[in-house]
């Protein structure tokens, strides 16, 4: 019989190879229909009002103007007259026409009046946050703080802080919605929870749950913005109903995209650190805030990875603002966390004057449980940067720095779970040899396809090719939403079991033909044959037709017998700059990264996600930044012009290195697109310190900032 | 965007004649790339929008053997990254957009006449950006992008164009065809600080066109621009410079125009910076020294004090550049 | 650098469980129609009798990939809007509309141009190439399979602007330097972070292309 256990090294056909992703092919042709993409007979463009204001009561609203439009079908108030507005652009207005120029010109045919509130929306200088807008601080504390700061060699104190920014999802969040008789709904909506999103949507319109059916080919990116079926998707389909129930396609405009539909909340401390002469870190204080709009968010964890500081005091305060709501932003609290902890401990040790790297080594058991991966993963970071050769102590310029561009080098290591989630998988094998893998998952764009494809490929002994894949629907088995890495964990062990089970049945039907028993039976390259015994063996398609007419379904499932995948990884990063001192400028000469995700199902697009995380990284700590405007409380960049992302030739050169094999690989496949983005801002950030031989306290780095600190630096003499 | 009716006349006569009388009640659309996101933003909201792109007699590009150029107003903006090395401060500018797409569609014409990138005009506040009770948003807004030369009027955007500041170093003539025929204005004086929201930021009456720009021979002349971008991907410079030298036998400047960009509501003459290279060899020294005057008299807005570095630095570098 | 890679012949093919046949309200024409759009008013300018189309609705005819298409829009449509609302050519990608990010660039005359700031009646007479074109009898141009090998695309939605992009380039610079990547690349963006891909697809397509151009009469 065949096991669950993942096959062994050496004996793996696909697992762990460098494999072309499935849906390259539709996308590099345009031909992959993103939910963006469906147009439906008869289809409606939807658009909603959005408040120009921060803060504001809704005084009276007029949408008949705009009902009274040829081509409009239906205006729905979704927030009238009372409704105290709490950020810009938030909704009040929904309605769909038959095409978008005529939605477009009914919006601009409604009239709201506002009474005008005070509003904040900015909260880095907390001095200037009212104390209305402070939400309770939470504090914690271990050891004796007072006193090893009093009895410690060397105390450095700073200021550290991270500006919100935004997903900018490409695809931007909306969906196509109809309903097809008048108890049953059709959505095509941009997801990261196929199986479950129309849940919310069911809740809302009175319907039972199986009358909603949810469909979505690709996505166009989500970070963690897009689990919720959102206001706009239940809006929507209402007014789809309102419209006799025709196809509604509505999707947010760039600039409510950026300005709304998900951020990532601001991290700003003040944090105090302190050291014994030879490096041993002693404690650690930090009182930090940040704000993720108008809700509660939790705590940074601080200090991050340094976990057994054995002095820790910490506080936070979550401060209420007037802005579109955070969402999960691709590992929720870990960048800044990492931004912060490792920017304080790199000044420690500029003021010891020793080599970070080294610093780190000698502190490394204080990272707890995976201080032997960091061990490894740093040693070989600094050699895929040439640490030894290219770093010098901050501010001296690393080699090859001129009088006006300065070289510096810095890093920083990272943590993240990533435990599988639920998953339920269907394996199907039939009769004519064809084999299908059915889930309701989705891929965003992390090779998930192609994962479930080289599962059930390496558990049935066949070729890629031999396994179709369907995906993105909820009347497949349900499997959970992409979020916290949890996917490949949940995905591969269901497949990985529903496979094995679907091919032990097999077994059982062939044995007896072939004058054996099941357990005496194994699947290799294209065959079943009795183990170790080519010459007794059935081709994969004559094995099939003995099914008869029936083929053999196995539900495989995630919790299950025996454990697959786990969770907790650990990676290092380290990043090569160059500074322009004239202009404050920063380039990326070479940034690597060594990461840990236990046994990897595909190399390539493994790599891709870690290279993907640390170019998102680049251009968070670079250039990312939501302005908000204290006067107007308008976010002034909500376009792709200010709101900057890095392109092709910002990045500079990049190397990633995967570890695996032994010590890796026996804890089965552990999530991968949350970990490595973890590090870049502080690795970046420590970089620039080191070349420039002063902290820039805030990300993104900006030749405003970048300049104001050196003009510090250069006030203190 | 407004509904709007629209014609594609063949001669730049039509087009005037299509053109209305006072600004806001037609547009002229050529490129697009800052027409369309202006329409989509409801800042213009014409009636009429009459694409120039027809007139194919304004597309031209011509290069006589003098070292002058005659560049139609409807030539592409890649088109002139092609010109030859007289004319390096342009084709530098040009090439600072990175962006092939804005190349291939913008035009040159459409480059000088693009509206500023002022964050709150593109937000609806209007080009002066004031709130409904009149008060002015810049100076205690966010002004980190904002003007810091020429800014003691009520405008305090920047002037957008790329190529500007090299036309006006090389002393370019701009033509403009209107319904009294045609007029020529030095380039310099082609742009202007608006007083009020309803006045434009160049010269051009509602129903005139710029059709050509005529840069004199470029024989001798060292030119170059340099721009202070924070991505290598398209960006709009944080400030820039451009620069045209002529030296004599003993490589000492004989004449020199440098013009800022992106620094205040026109494209900045900084004459007395120009004047201190005169009969001076070019060094570190002398192009730092020129930089530092270029911003002698800059007046900083709340946040955006960086910028006089980086305007004096763009002014060093690129008279380093042309001389290199 | 992919050839020890494994390749899959049969992709996924989308599976919408949804009719779009019913869709397409823009129709093929032969294309000896003449490429203008019908006006219903002349305004009389300098002398001329010059067309004056809209503000309403206004039959256009566009050459997309070869084949005339005809759509009723009005003047403020634009050809991005055209190309996926009334034409379902949904390769290229609608994302910040302003000129900026190239998720909807397509080759008009040849060149890359952003299709969102292109107006639709105004693109009529100009040869229209969507990454739709490039795919021939079920082969991938070099430059998508570049992509592809390279796993140059994540999410995929700036893919085509990508591609579109990268094939505009290699057709002008079959080997480009890297001032040359840097000007023709610079006009697109990814938020997924696929640029190490797209710099090691550059690379394996400019060698492919020139296989292809050699074969063939210069390009």
Not at chain 3, 33 to 49: F, H, M, R, T, Y
């Amino acid at each position: 019989m065949a096991e669950y256990k993942w096959p062994e090294e050496g004996k793996r056909q696909h697992l762990g190879k460098r494999i072309s992703r499935l849906d390259g092919p539709v996308k590099v042709s345009g031909k992959a229909k993103y939910s963006y993409d469906i147009n439906r007979p008869g289809m409606l463009f939807g658009k909603i009002l959005r408040s120009p204001h921060a803060h504001a009561k809704v005084v009276s609203i007029d949408i008949s103007a705009a009902e009274k439009m040829p081509g409009v079908k239906a205006v729905k108030i979704i927030n009238g007259p009372g409704f105290e507005i709490q950020w810009a652009g938030q909704e009040l207005v929904a309605l769909a026409a038959v095409d978008e120029p005529t939605a477009e010109d009914a919006l601009r045919a409604i009239k709201v009046q506002y009474e005008k509130l005070p509003h904040l929306v900015n909260e880095a200088d907390l001095s200037k946050v009212p104390a209305s807008n402070l939400r309770p601080a939470s504090t914690n504390a271990t050891g004796d703080v007072a006193k090893a700061f009093q009895e410690a060699d060397v105390v450095v104190e700073g200021f550290y802080g991270n500006d919100v920014i935004t997903h900018c999802c490409l695809e931007s969040h909306g969906l196509v919605t109809e309903w097809t008789d008048s108890n049953n709904v059709m959505i095509h909506p941009s997801t990261q929870s196929v199986s479950t999103v129309h849940n919310d949507l069911a809740r809302e319109l009175k319907l039972p749950a199986g009358n909603i059916h949810t469909h979505m080919d690709h996505i166009g990116g989500g970070f963690g913005s897009k689990f919720q079926i959102d206001l706009w998707g239940i809006e929507m389909t209402k007014v789809s109903q309102m419209a006799g129930g025709k196809p509604v396609k509505y999707f947010l405009d760039r600039d409510a995209e950026v300005m709304i539909a998900g951020s990532r909340p601001s991290a700003y401390a003040k944090v105090k650190v302190a050291a014994k002469k030879d490096g041993t870190i002693t404690a650690w204080e930090s009182d930090a805030w940040g704000s993720g709009g108008m809700g509660n968010i939790g705590s940074p964890p601080y200090p991050y990875v340094w976990t057994r500081i054995p002095n820790i005091k910490t506080k936070f305060q979550a401060v209420n603002t007037n802005v579109g709501p955070q969402r999960a932003w691709r590992a929720p609290n870990h960048p800044q966390a990492a931004l912060i902890t490792m920017g304080a401990l790199e000044d420690l040790a500029a003021e010891l004057k020793m080599d970070p790297l080294e610093f780190f080594l000698k502190n490394i058991e204080l990272t707890g449980v995976r201080a032997n991966t960091y061990r490894d993963e740093l040693l070989k970071a600094a050699e895929m940067i040439e640490w030894k050769k290219n770093w010098r102590q901050r501010g001296e310029g690393g080699p090859g720095s001129t009088k006006t561009v300065k070289r510096g080098l810095g890093l920083s290591i990272h943590t993240w779970g990533g435990q599988p989630h639920n998953s339920d998988c269907d394996v199907i094998i039939n009769p004519d040899g064809s084999v299908e893998v059915k889930m309701g998952t989705q891929d965003l764009g992390v090779g998930t396809r192609t994962a479930l494809a080289i599962v059930a490929a390496e558990s049935l002994g066949l070729p890629l090719n031999a396994i179709k894949v369907t995906i993105g629907d909820n009347r497949l088995p349900v499997s959970g939403a992409s979020g916290g890495s949890t996917t490949i964990g949940g995905i591969s062990s269901s497949t990985r079991r529903g496979s094995i089970d679907a091919l032990n049945t097999l077994f059982e039907k062939v044995a007896p033909a072939m004058n054996t028993t099941p357990d005496k039976l194994e699947a290799v390259g294209g065959k079943i044959q009795v183990i170790g015994d080519a010459t007794k063996s059935l081709t994969w398609k004559q094995a099939c037709a003995k099914l008869g007419t029936q083929p053999i379904t196995a539900r495989g499932k995630q919790p299950g017998k025996e454990q697959l995948a786990s969770a907790g990884v650990g990676g290092v990063q380290m990043a090569d700059v160059s500074v322009d001192i004239e202009t404050g400028i920063v380039k990326m000469n070479k940034f690597v990264a060594v990461q840990d995700c236990g046994l990897i199902i595909d190399l390539k697009t493994a790599e891709s996600q870690v290279f993907g995380a640390m170019i998102m990284g680049v251009t968070y700590s670079l250039y990312e930044e939501k302005v908000m405007d204290d006067q107007t409380g308008r976010m002034l960049n909500a376009n792709m012009e200010f709101y900057r992302l890095a392109g092709l030739r910002d990045i500079g050169e990049f190397q990633v290195h995967m570890m695996t094999g032994k010590g890796y690989d026996e804890r089965g496949p552990i999530g991968l697109g949350e970990p490595p983005t973890n590090s870049p801002g502080a690795a970046i950030a420590n970089a620039v310190a080191n070349a420039i031989g002063v902290r820039v306290s805030t990300l993104p780095l900006t030749p405003d900032r970048v300049l104001a600190a050196l003009a510090k630096k250069g006030g203190k003499g | 965007m407004h509904k709007f009716e629209y014609a594609s006349p063949t001669t730049k006569e039509q087009a005037v004649a299509l053109l209305g009388k006072s600004w806001g009640e037609t547009e002229a659309l050529a490129g697009g790339t800052d027409l369309l996101s202006l329409l989509k933003d409801y800042l213009v909201t014409p009636k009429r929008v009459v694409n120039l792109k027809g007139i194919k007699e304004l597309s031209s590009v011509l290069t006589p053997r003098d070292g002058s150029a005659r560049i139609g107003a409807l030539a592409s903006i890649e088109a002139v990254r092609d010109l030859g090395r007289g004319f390096a401060a342009l084709s530098q500018a040009a090439a600072g957009i990175t962006s092939p797409q804005i190349r291939n569609m913008g035009t040159v014409g459409g480059d000088l006449c693009q509206r500023p990138r002022c964050w709150y005009f593109r937000s609806g506040f209007g080009l002066l950006a004031k709130d409904e009770s009149g008060n002015a948003l810049v100076p205690n807004g966010d002004n980190r992008y904002h003007a810091i030369l020429g800014n003691d009027g009520e405008a305090k955007f920047v002037n957008p164009s790329s190529l500007a500041p090299a036309f006006i170093a090389l002393n370019a003539k701009i033509k403009i065809f209107g319904p009294a025929g045609e007029r020529e204005v030095e380039a310099a004086k082609f742009f202007v600080t608006p007083k009020s929201a309803s006045e434009r930021e160049y010269a051009l009456q509602p129903n005139e066109i710029v059709t050509m720009i005529h840069v004199p021979s470029t024989l001798g002349v060292r030119s170059a621009t340099y721009e202070v971008r924070q991505r290598e991907v398209l960006d709009w410079p944080l400030a820039a410079a451009s620069v045209a030298l002529t030296l004599d036998a003993s490589k000492k400047v004989k004449t020199a125009r440098i013009v800022l960009g992106h620094v205040a509501p026109v494209p900045w003459v900084a004459e007395e910076a120009a004047q201190s290279l005169i009969g001076k060899t070019i060094s570190e020294d002398a192009a730092a020294e020129a930089g530092r005057l270029a911003v002698a008299n800059a007046h900083a807005l709340s946040r955006n004090a960086y910028k006089i570095q980086l305007a004096s630095v763009a002014v060093k570098r690129a008279i380093l550049q042309a001389v290199s | 650098m992919s050839s020890s890679d494994e390749r899959h012949d049969n992709p996924q093919a989308d599976q919408a469980g949804v009719s779009r046949r019913n869709f397409l309200k823009g129709t093929s024409v032969a294309l000896t129609v003449p490429l203008i759009a019908q006006s219903e008013k002349v305004v009389k300018a300098a002398g001329a009798d010059v067309p004056v189309y809209g503000p309403d609705k206004v039959n256009i005819t566009l050459t997309v990939n070869g084949a005339a298409k005809t759509a009723s829009v009005e003047p403020r449509v634009t050809l991005l809007d055209t190309l996926r609302n009334e034409l379902d050519t949904t390769g290229a990608k609608r994302v910040c509309d302003r000129a900026t990010c190239g998720a909807c660039t397509v080759l008009m005359d040849g060149k890359p141009v952003y299709s969102c700031t292109v107006l639709a009646i105004e693109a009529q007479g100009h040869k229209i190439e969507t990454v739709e074109s490039l795919e021939q009898n079920g082969k991938l141009h070099p430059v998508q399979q570049a992509f592809w090998d390279n796993d140059a695309q994540q999410c995929g939605f700036c893919t085509p602007g990508f591609v579109m992009a990268c094939k505009a380039l290699l057709d002008e610079h079959p080997t480009p330097t890297d001032e040359q990547i840097k000007l023709g690349l610079g006009g697109n963006l990814c938020r997924c972070g696929t640029y190490h891909g797209i710099k090691g697809a550059v690379a394996q397509a400019s060698a492919g292309m020139k296989k292809l151009k050699g074969g063939k009469r210069n390009g």
